[in-house]
Structure formats: C-alpha cells, structure tokens
C-alpha cells in the first residue's frame, strides 16, 4: 500500500491510496459472490453463477463498484494509521481509479488546531463599578414584593397592579446601520404567564410598556408598538429598535406592600441567629450587592482578555465541525422553544426560514464560538489546569445544600457520570477564565505543567467513511 498525504486549505487532508492490483481482484471476487446472491440470472440459482457469467450479466461496473464498497473502510481505517493524520470526522471516498494501479482517494476532515500568542503578556485594567443607593433600594423594593400582600382585581389594569400575562413581540422593520437584532417579523420575546409588576419608576419591559397596558381587562388582548432607547449596555439587540407586543392579560391583583421600616428587617430575619434592623439589612444587602457585582466583572473582564486571546491567536479548524457547532445551536433553539410551547418547525413558519437559512444565520456566531472555546481548551492545556475529584465532591456538597432535607435524594442523580462530567467541564472552564482574568491583572501563577489535551472532538473508531451504495464509479 502507498500513501500520499495532501493537506488542503480548508483544513481537510487528502489521503491518495494506491494499493496491489491482487488485492482488488480478491475484492472483486467477494463482491461477485455478494452480488450473485441478490440478482437472478437465468439458469442458475442465486449465489450459484460462476465469476465470469454473473460479469457479463451484470457488467464489470458494476462488480467493482462492489468492490469498492467492500474494500473501502478497510482500506481508509489502514491509510489513516500509516499517514499519521488526526480526524475529527467521518472522511469521505472522494473518488477510486483503476490506472495505472488500483487508488482510493479519501478526504479527511482534521482536528481544528490552535496556535496561541504571546497570551501570558496581555495587560488590561480592571475596575468594579461601585453599589448605587439605587440598586440597594431596588434590592430591598424586591424584598417588599416578596412579603407583599397579593390578592385578585376584578377591576381593569392600573398602575401598582401586578399582572400575569402571555407576550408574544417581533421586530418591525429590519436592522438600520448600527442596530442589531434580527429581521423584520423576527421574535423577540415570547414568555408565557409572565408576572410583571407595574411600578412606574422600574419599566419591566420598555418605557410605555405599563401605560400600553392600562385599562385592560382580564383575558383581554392588547397590540401595541413600542420603540425602544438606543442604549444597548441596557436593551442589547432591543436597541433603537421597534417592537410589536401582543399581550394576554391573563391576572390583574393588587399588591400591598409592607412598611420599609425596623420591624420588617426583623421580620424577614427572624431565623437568624440575630434578627437585623432596617439600617444593617440595608448594610448587608449592599455588601451582597458589591459581592454580586465583583463577579460580574470579573466574568465580563475574562470575556474581553479571552477576546483580546483569540484575536492573536492562529485557529484552523474544517468545515464539518461548524456544521457541527450550527446543528447544535439549531437543537439548543428548538429545546428552547419547545419550554415555550413552541417546536423549531413552528418558529420556521413564523418567520418563514428553512432550516438551511436558520444555518446561515447561525453561521457567523458558529465560528466565533468554534474560535473561542477552541481557544479556552488550548489555554487550559498550556495553563496545566485540572479539577480534582476533592473539588468535584466539593460542588456536589454545594449543589445538595440547595435541597435541604431532601439532599440525599438527590445525591443519586448529581453522582451519575454524564452529571459528574458536566461539572468537571464547568469547574475547567470557570478556572480557565479566572486564571487568564489573573493574567491581564498581572496576578497569574506560573504556568502549571501542561495536563493532557481534552479527548479529541471524534476518534478513530468515528472516522469509518461513509461510503454510499453509489460510490465513485472506476475512472480511468
């Protein structure tokens, strides 16, 4: 067997082999009796034929095309051992020739590579916004909600109401220049039995959303458009944006609130060990708040060092894993939608995509993704990042504290493999995004040793070819 190896811009390979023609002649043997076994030919019983009739009957094509079939994955898994090449997936015969000498000739798509920059010299400043009194009032304001009390309104919607409501909204009009978001028709919120509160000083959806809704029964419908403010640190892809809401009122109550005072700080903190009063509620809600909002920007730091990482690296990766990566965003949308009563062929129809458009939508995000978590696991390899099973028993400790007295029965289900697992991969990634934040801060050990790479995305037992029934006819 020779093997010439070709790697091709698109990160695919192009293995070229050629192999002894007595090796095909045997194939062709075993084909012939393969065939012979499903076709009738005249005077002979099936599998009975000899070699030379059931040629004539059925042509020499077709017998190596047979051939081919039955040879074609032994002969790719043997070329891929000997040409050294790394898969990420299923190759493909791309076509067979008979002269001069018997030649598959494969393509293979690679595992992606990642070639990082000088990742460890990145500096970048960091700063925690400081705790507002007006986040702490909003803090404590949610608290009163909580302990408020509620009962049902048989009168129209007013504002102080909390509603129950069905919201279905889509964009109108397409994207200006320097808008996001989707298309005209496209959806932007679909929520069922929402509860909003109407408190003027706190618009819950858009400013107008409250006055849009004032007056309306219960079970009644409204349609109504709103624009929204061109602040995207607030509304993100709702920016300068115009919407159209229908909404379903579905409950209207009134809401009494409790008195912000001393005696409904103790309240609410009786269990305790010492109840507080409204002064150190509020000091311990604007710590909690401060806590809050450090790790916020510590996560959104690491965004922008991981950003400032995959601009100075070198990524290569083939075109089946953003395939790959656009199937598994496509199947996260329709397990999305189907917790909103909706399946992925319905928001089709609303917006009038095929799937191969929702593809192309996706297909920019796709490689950004592909870009940047290829470029965290290359990271946490160079890193010589690990999570030890003390830290996996750890956060399952954590988890089950969330259940109480019912932790132990929960255990069984936090402990299977494929849970244990996913905590592995988030506790990697979590600490793979705090060592490069201690990077750009100037904080950041020395490298550890590099730990093994993750499994490859697909192994060699996954990348048999898929050879149709209609393989390459024999060229010349």
Do not use: C, W
Not at 199 to 226: M, V
Not at 382 to 408: C, H, K, P, W, Y
Not at 431 to 448: M, N, S
Request: glycine letters at 6%; hydrophobic letters at 35%; aromatic letters at 6%.
């Amino acid at each position: 067997m020779n093997i010439q190896t070709e790697r091709l811009d698109n990160h695919i390979a192009r293995l070229t082999v050629e192999i002894d023609a007595e090796r095909l002649e045997k194939a062709k043997q075993t084909a012939a009796r393969k065939l012979s076994g499903r076709v009738n030919i005249p005077g002979f019983r099936k599998g009975k034929a000899p070699y030379r009739i059931l040629v004539n009957y059925v042509g020499e094509a077709a017998v190596i095309e047979e051939a081919v079939e039955v040879l074609g994955n032994d002969i790719y898994k043997e070329a891929l051992e000997g040409s050294k090449v790394d898969p990420y997936g299923p190759g493909s015969l791309e076509d067979f020739k008979l002269i001069p000498n018997p030649t598959f000739i494969f393509t293979v798509p690679l595992q992606p590579e990642v070639h990082l920059g000088a990742y460890r010299d990145i500096r970048m400043e960091f700063s925690v916004p400081p705790v507002e009194d007006a986040a702490v009032d909003s803090a404590l304001k949610a608290l009163q909600n909580e302990h408020a009390v509620v009962e049902e309104s048989a009168r129209p919607v007013e504002v102080g109401n909390r509603v129950t409501v069905d919201i279905h909204s889509h964009f109108v009009g397409d994207p200006a220049e320097g808008q996001e978001g989707g298309k005209d028709g496209e959806e932007v919120l679909h929520q069922h039995d929402a509860q909003i509160n109407l408190d003027p000083s706190d618009e819950p959806i858009a400013p107008g959303f409250i006055e849009a809704l004032l007056g309306t029964n219960k079970d009644e419908e409204k349609e109504f458009q709103l624009t929204f403010p061109d602040d995207k640190q607030k509304y993100e892809e709702m920016a300068g944006r115009k919407v159209e809401f229908h909404v379903t009122v579905k409950k209207i109550e009134n809401v009494t609130l409790p008195a912000l005072n001393d005696d409904f700080a103790a309240r609410i903190t009786a269990n305790e060990e010492k109840p507080l009063t409204l002064l150190e509620l509020r000091m311990r809600t604007r710590e909690e708040l401060g806590q809050m909002a450090e790790s916020r920007a510590k996560s959104a730091y690491a965004q922008r060092v991981l950003d400032k990482i995959v601009e100075g690296a070198t990524v290569a990766f083939p075109e089946a894993m953003v395939e790959d990566q656009i199937e598994d965003m496509l199947e996260g949308l329709d397990r999305n939608l189907r917790q909103q009563g909706v399946t992925l062929k319905d928001y089709m129809q609303i917006t009038k995509k095929t799937r191969q458009d929702l593809g192309k939508d996706y297909r920019e995000t796709a490689i950004n993704m592909l870009r940047r978590s290829l470029v965290l696991r290359q990271v946490l390899h160079e890193e010589g990042l690990e999570v030890t099973d003390t830290q996996i028993n750890a956060e399952v400790e954590r988890m089950l504290s969330a259940f109480g007295e019912q932790r132990e029965m929960y255990r069984q289900f936090l402990t299977r493999p494929e849970m244990l697992s996913g905590m592995r991969n988030d506790l990697l990634q979590q600490q793979t995004l705090e060592r490069i934040g201690a990077i750009a801060r100037g904080e950041a050990p020395e490298k550890g040793a590099p730990v093994p790479a993750d499994e490859p995305v697909a192994s060699l037992e996954d990348s048999a070819p898929v050879v149709s029934e209609n393989a390459p006819a024999a060229s010349e």
